[in-house]
Structures are given as structure tokens and as C-alpha cells.
């Protein structure tokens, strides 16, 4: 079965541009093997045929193998956090602060962040979002939320920042979209863009190997600037932060030396 897994991960990376081989192997597998037995293929080699052969199922692979899990203020000391920073640490430095959601799944981070910077009023600031999936990136930008993802913001906060629509769904507000610029990026594989004031990416480390997820806190460190803030999520911790030019300053907040 091991062998079967590594030719199917060789594949996943070569034609679907994914490389699963940096993912916990036990974690990534049981994930792979749910939604293959969903499909009705028996064998991973079947699976991989129905993968290419089928766009439905193709979807529902790359919707299953990455995490879309997130809702608005999800950990909300984060964005307290995040508050407090901007205004001690990032706005002193500058009034325009660049800011990276990295995989950002369903866009309710940046969007988070985005209502922020509004009730702060840092007028200029915007807010890049990126996240491997295409599909879900597109339901992003749509900006369009069911009640229980809102079940963090307030009513006060709902009336400014959201427009009731049918179905028990609110639709982000037009002030609020027009901060945050989406964009596929794949932590892996595509370089890093910036320099950053501020990098934001929650649980998504803890399913990389460690090799990989050192190599994503390297490049993290070197996509923000001297200063600049990197928030993980509340159960991740760098460990060893100073080899990667990095200083804890909070529980789940690092900065570069």
C-alpha cells in the first residue's frame, strides 16, 4: 500500500501540481482513502483514473485533501491580538501596512482583518489572500456567508459590515471586499511575494511535515520586513523561532529581528 500511496502522491504532484508528499503521511492517507472510497473506486490506481478522467470528481478530490476550515474571528484573542499589534508595533512604522492572509480557505480571515482596518480607520491598507484551492478562493471573492460562519461577529458588526440576503445568508459589504485581493498561491511550490508588515497563516502548518513547515517559516521570515509580525494559529508553535530570524513576542505571535 506504501507503494501504491507514493506512485499516487508522484502523480498529484506532477498533474495536479499538489505535493502531497509533504503532508503527515498517517493524516493526508485517511483523507485520501475517505474520499476515494466516496468515489467507488476500490484502488488508488482507479481513483487516480477517475481523477483525470472526471471533473466532478477531481473537484471533490482537491475540495477533500486541502483544510477549509474557518469561520469569522475563529480564535478571537487572535484578532485582539492583531489590534493591539497594529497599533503599538505595525502603524508607528507605517500608515500603510502590507498584509498576508496565506491560505486563507472561505476568505473569513481577510475579511476579518479587512472589518479591522475599517473600525480603525487605516483608510489605505489592503489585505492579499491566498489559498491553494481554486474553488474555494472563488467562493471567497463571492463573499457570501451562511449564519453559523458569522456566529462570532456581533449584531452591531453584522449590520455594518454585512448585507442580509435570503436563505439565512449575508453577503459581505462592497467597503469591505474592496480591501482584499485574492490569489491562488501554494505555500509549497510558489515563491513568496513581498516584503509583508504583517503575515497571518493559522493551521495549516501542523498538516506539513516538519521539513516543509520549517521551509515555510524561513520563507515567511524572509517575506516580511525588519519588524514585521507573523501570526500562527493558537495550536502551532515555532519551535527553535531564532534560527529562523524570529523573536516570540506572544503566544502565537513572532516577529523578525
Given at each position: ?27 493526508m ?86 472589518m ?10 489592503n ?18 456567508y ?22 439565512n ?38 498538516y ?12 515567511f ?13 493558537a ?23
Amino acid at each position: 500500500m506504501e507503494e501504491e500511496f507514493a506512485l499516487f502522491n508522484a502523480w498529484v504532484d506532477r498533474r495536479l501540481g499538489i505535493p502531497l508528499a509533504a503532508y503527515k503521511e498517517n493524516q493526508m492517507q485517511r483523507r485520501i482513502l475517505t474520499i476515494m472510497e466516496n468515489s467507488g473506486a476500490k484502488t488508488l490506481r482507479e481513483y487516480q483514473q477517475l481523477i483525470e478522467g472526471d471533473d466532478g470528481v477531481r473537484a471533490a478530490f482537491l475540495a477533500h485533501i486541502t483544510i477549509n476550515v474557518t469561520e469569522f474571528y475563529r480564535n478571537k484573542e487572535l484578532f485582539d491580538a492583531f489590534e493591539r499589534v497594529l497599533k503599538t508595533i505595525v502603524l508607528p512604522k507605517t500608515t500603510l501596512p502590507k498584509i498576508w492572509s496565506a491560505a486563507c480557505s472561505i476568505g473569513a480571515e481577510p475579511y476579518t482583518i479587512a472589518m479591522l482596518l475599517e473600525k480603525n480607520q487605516i483608510a489605505a491598507a489592503n489585505v492579499l489572500a491566498t489559498d491553494i484551492d481554486t474553488q474555494i478562493l472563488a467562493k471567497a471573492k463571492q463573499g457570501l456567508y451562511r449564519d453559523h460562519e458569522l456566529r462570532n461577529v456581533s449584531a452591531a458588526e453584522r449590520t455594518r459590515f454585512f448585507d442580509a440576503k435570503e436563505k439565512n445568508q449575508f453577503q459581505i459589504k462592497p467597503e469591505i471586499k474592496r480591501r482584499v485581493h485574492f490569489k491562488q498561491h501554494d505555500l509549497l511550490k510558489d515563491p513568496y511575494n513581498g516584503p509583508f508588515d504583517v503575515i497571518v497563516c493559522r493551521n495549516v502548518t501542523i498538516y506539513f511535515k516538519s521539513d516543509a513547515r520549517d521551509a515555510v517559516y524561513q520563507k515567511f521570515s524572509d517575506a516580511l520586513v525588519p519588524g514585521g509580525i507573523l501570526f500562527t494559529g493558537a495550536t502551532e508553535t515555532i519551535n527553535f523561532a531564532e534560527q529562523f530570524g524570529l523573536k516570540k513576542i506572544d503566544s502565537f505571535i513572532y516577529q523578525k529581528v
